[in-house]
């Protein structure tokens, strides 16, 4: 991750930015009046009348939440709408939260995984959509343009608080699984909220269903105890705490709780890749469709295929992802980087909805979780990334083509290369000035092979 000088980053997954640098109040101010005013002429359908658009605000636990979320709520109402502010929640909570109001649009201050000196703002839509590609770019116009629609002050609306997202977002989820069934089977679970904006729903969810829960990092402090991201490297503890407890199974969340790493009853690492996997397993019936987008483990392709169902392939992104969805009515869907959805509670990625399901699997086959693993195949998945040249990303479709013109070629987001049995995805970051390559095959080696031949290939340092 680049701390220095990295460049403000405004794509389809918002704005993120280092705080004091790139991402000023008057920057954060800027994109708040631009989401306001892109409301006003994107109005949700059945409110097309003059009517304020109202706006759910929260934040994740970082130490700049409260001055970003100061300016944008200030940028916000400078355009005449309502802001309802919901404090510290997560990211699905804030949408869950956004849906419960009515609200037109939600905003969530979090920079997610990135570290501590990095903060974000990511609108939703009234349908807690993060907006996709033509309304974000929109969105970005009329923040680069000044273009706002500043109200005048009789059109100014006073702030207000809704300070019981938390307890919505996990009454939401409790009414998508067999609480009883969870009971009974007598689980524990070590959970590590990293300090971030999970930790009260996390606690909420296994409280209610009557998990034994041994909470590392829960208050949302901000203070992250380690490198936010979780990854196998930043989990140690979890992992050392899960085994040395004898619990069923180990949650790791991200600061804005919209991602969920799973460690097994004896601290192995699972990974992401396992999470939107194991939902699969668990909830898949034969003839339905899951979304996964291309840099995805093709694990969930040998799951669906085992029960006659279908994957959908998308761009990287949450809102390509939920688009997959509802163009193929899929309920679940999800990408590798432990995101989860299932879009009868939320258009957005939730750890919660994740530790529900999971617990739900493990309760219901009566195994150990290192089992249920076991009955996916696995594959070995390498994620590298280098510093992007903006005249790489140019070439790069030809190159790429032009290198592997025998393969089946995917161009939907970058290029993404398949073979019978290994694939390998390049693509420029949303949300980090780098370029991605990914690669699965059925051993680490030949991962590791394919990402080579790329980065020759593109001429990558
Ligand atoms: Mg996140």
């Known amino acids: 991750m680049t701390t220095n000088n990295a460049p403000l980053m405004l794509s389809i997954s918002g704005m993120r930015g280092l705080v004091g640098k790139s991402l000023t109040p008057t920057v954060a101010a800027r994109f708040g009046a631009a989401f306001g005013s892109w409301l006003w002429a994107n109005r949700r359908p059945g409110n097309e009348d003059n009517a304020a658009p109202v706006v759910a605000l929260g934040r994740d636990s970082r130490q700049s939440g409260p001055m970003i979320e100061a300016a944008v709520a200030s940028g916000l109402a400078s355009t005449g ?3 309802i502010r919901v404090g510290i929640l997560s990211t699905p909570g804030v949408a869950i939260a956004a849906n419960h109001l009515s609200a037109d649009g939600g905003m969530v201050i979090t920079a997610s995984h990135n570290p501590f000196p990095w903060n974000g703002v990511k609108p939703l839509r009234h349908d807690g959509v993060a907006p996709p590609p033509e309304d974000s770019a929109n969105i970005i116009e009329r923040f680069h343009n000044n273009d706002f629609k500043y109200a005048e002050v009789d059109g100014l609306i006073r702030f207000e608080d809704f300070p019981t997202g ?10 998508l699984v067999d609480v009883d069934l969870i009971k009974s089977a007598n689980l ?17 969810l296994l409280h209610a269903l ?4 041994h909470h590392l990092y829960a208050a949302p402090t901000g203070d992250f105890p380690h490198i936010p991201e979780p990854t196998k490297e930043n989990l140690v503890e979890l992992s050392e705490q899960t085994a040395k407890l004898g619990a069923d199974v180990g949650f790791a969340q991200d600061p804005d709780a919209d991602r969920l790493a799973i460690v097994d009853e004896n601290g192995t690492y699972i ?5 939107l996997a194991l ?7 034969q003839g339905q469709s899951v979304a996964a987008n291309l840099s995805t483990s093709r694990m969930v392709d040998d799951i669906a295929a085992n029960v006659g169902g279908k994957v959908i392939r998308t761009p990287v992104g949450e809102a390509n992802v939920t688009q997959g969805m509802r163009d193929n ?13 299932d879009n009868r509670i939320s258009q957005v990625r939730d750890s919660i909805i994740g530790m529900a399901y999971i617990l739900e699997l493990i309760a219901a086959r009566k195994q150990p979780l290192s089992e249920i693993v076991k009955d996916i195949p696995a594959y070995a998945i390498v994620k590298d990334k280098a510093g992007v040249d903006p005249e790489v990303l140019k070439t790069m479709p030809d190159k790429m083509q032009a290198a592997f013109a025998e393969q089946r070629i995917d161009l939907q987001d970058g290029v993404r290369i398949d073979w019978e049995d290994k694939w390998v995805h390049v693509r420029p970051s949303n949300t980090e000035p780098i370029i991605r390559v990914i690669a699965e095959a059925s051993d680490e080696a030949q991962a590791k092979e394919l990402v080579q031949q790329v980065r020759d290939v593109l001429g990558l340092v």
Request: charged share 25%; aromatic share 2%.
């Open 81 to 83: 709408c309502k802001v």
């Open 166 to 175: 938390d307890k919505h977002h996990v009454d939401e989820v409790l009414a």
């Open 188 to 204: 524990s679970a070590t959970v590590d909220s990293v300090h971030g904006a999970g930790g009260d729903e996390a606690r909420h």
């Open 210 to 213: 009557g998990v034994k829960l």
């Open 271 to 275: 990974g992401e890749e396992y999470t």
């Open 279 to 285: 939902c699969a397993l668990h909830k898949l019936g």
């Open 329 to 341: 009515n899929a309920t679940l869907g999800g990408e590798g980087n432990g995101g989860i959805i």
